[in-house]
């Protein structure tokens, strides 16, 4: 059975920084593109950041572009997005995801596999 399970969200004050992780079961990291997604209140789902199966290649959502950092460990199966200089409208759940393929990780929400539940990150102004 495939998990996908996200931690380190919370509560940080505008400027601050958090680090989620996702952590995977049931399934080998290195074989995915891992995309990062959020979901604000009353918003769409949107594409956050993403990286490659070899982690050389990566894409940014252009408002998170200088901020946030994606990265991965395949060894350790995990995926982590750094979070710097965060801003009330980073307020939202945030969601890993899973896409099997060699290629760079694509915006497209329907072409991700695997989702983890999700993880609420809320900056206070």
């Known amino acids: 059975q495939v998990q996908l399970v996200e931690s380190g969200g919370g509560l940080v004050q505008a400027g601050g920084s958090l680090r989620l992780s996702c952590a995977a079961s049931g399934l080998t990291l290195s074989s995915y593109a891992m995309g990062w997604f959020r979901q604000a209140p009353g918003k769409e789902r949107e594409f956050v950041a993403g990286?490659?199966?070899?982690?050389?290649?990566?894409t940014y959502a252009h408002s998170v572009k200088g901020r946030f950092t994606i990265s991965r460990d395949n060894a350790k199966n995990t995926a982590y997005l750094q979070m710097n200089s965060l801003k009330p409208e980073d307020t939202a759940v945030y969601y890993c995801?899973?896409?099997?393929?060699?290629?760079?990780?694509?915006?497209?929400?329907?072409?991700?596999?695997?989702w983890g539940q999700g993880t609420q990150v809320t900056v206070s102004s």
């Open positions: 995801a899973a896409d099997r393929t060699i290629l760079s990780p694509t915006i497209i929400l329907g072409a991700y596999d695997y």
């Open positions: 990286i490659k199966w070899s982690g050389d290649s990566t």
